[in-house]
T-cell receptor
Framework: ELKVEQNPLFLSMQEGKNYTIYCNYS?????LYWYRQDPGKSLESLFV?????AVKQEGRLMASLDTKARLSTLHITAAVHDLSATYFC??????????????FGKGTKLSVKP | SQTIHQWPATLVQPVGSPLSLECTVE??????LYWYRQAAGRGLQLLFY??????ISSEVPQNLSASRPQDRQFILSSKKLLLSDSGFYLC???????????FGQGTRLTVV
């Protein structure tokens, strides 16, 4: 059974600081996705990581994937209040198959304070 | 471009009443379709997925059912709602063979 674990689950940061969210998964997969969810809203796709060593950056967020370690990181640089949200990683449990069933981590609730 | 529509946005239903949530996708054909549920303060749980018309797979035993009467239409139903069915329901689609899922706006269901 594929398990996806995120940590931390809650993160309170000060503006301007850096931090990293970790996503570990338990079985082989080369496809990992990061999503953002604002309170009461749906999920917005942030990053698609499709190979070992993949690195994607958008603004103050950078995501990477190490398939050998079964680990993805989401690094936050110089946090600002607008980044406050819940961040989910998701792993494709049917890699190579006909459907892309995603298994989600429990999410990291990020709060950026002045 | 592809878009996904999900309705209603909010729903309050009494225990024992039926449920029908609808989701449609535009701008693509033969998508994979998914229903997820998110309980308050928790992660997402995959309920159903479909790779084609009439093809439904269930991930967890539950009080709900799903149907796909048309290529780009996915419906979540229940004959009799339970209190435990309350939650945020999200419909999503992906391309066949691809994992990235795109989500609808969600339906917040409260069973009272």
């Amino acid at each position: 059974e594929l398990k996806v674990e995120q940590n931390p689950l809650f993160l309170s940061m000060q503006e301007g600081k850096n931090y990293t969210i970790y996503c570990n998964y338990s079985t082989t997969s080369d496809r990992l996705y990061w999503y953002r969810q604002d309170p009461g809203k749906s999920l917005e796709s942030l990053f698609v990581l499709l190979s070992n060593g993949a690195v994607k950056q958008e603004g103050r967020l950078m995501a990477s994937l190490d398939t050998k370690a079964r680990l993805s990181t989401l690094h936050i640089t110089a946090a600002v209040h607008d980044l406050s949200a819940t961040y989910f990683c998701a792993v494709d449990m049917n890699y190579g198959g006909s459907q892309g069933n995603l298994i989600f981590g429990k999410g990291t609730k990020l709060s950026v304070k002045p | 471009s592809q878009t996904i529509h999900q309705w209603p946005a909010t729903l309050v239903q009494p225990v024992g009443s039926p449920l029908s949530l609808e989701c449609t996708v535009e701008g693509t054909s033969n998508p994979n379709l998914y229903w997820y549920r998110q309980a308050a303060g928790r992660g997402l749980q995959l309920l159903f997925y479909s790779v084609g018309i009439g093809q439904i797979s269930s991930e967890v035993p539950q009080n709900l059912s799903a149907s796909r009467p048309q290529d780009r239409q996915f419906i979540l139903s229940s004959k009799k709602l339970l209190l435990s069915d309350s939650g945020f329901y999200l419909c999503a689609w992906s391309m066949t063979g691809a994992g990235e899922a795109f989500f609808g706006q969600g339906t917040r269901l409260t069973v009272v």
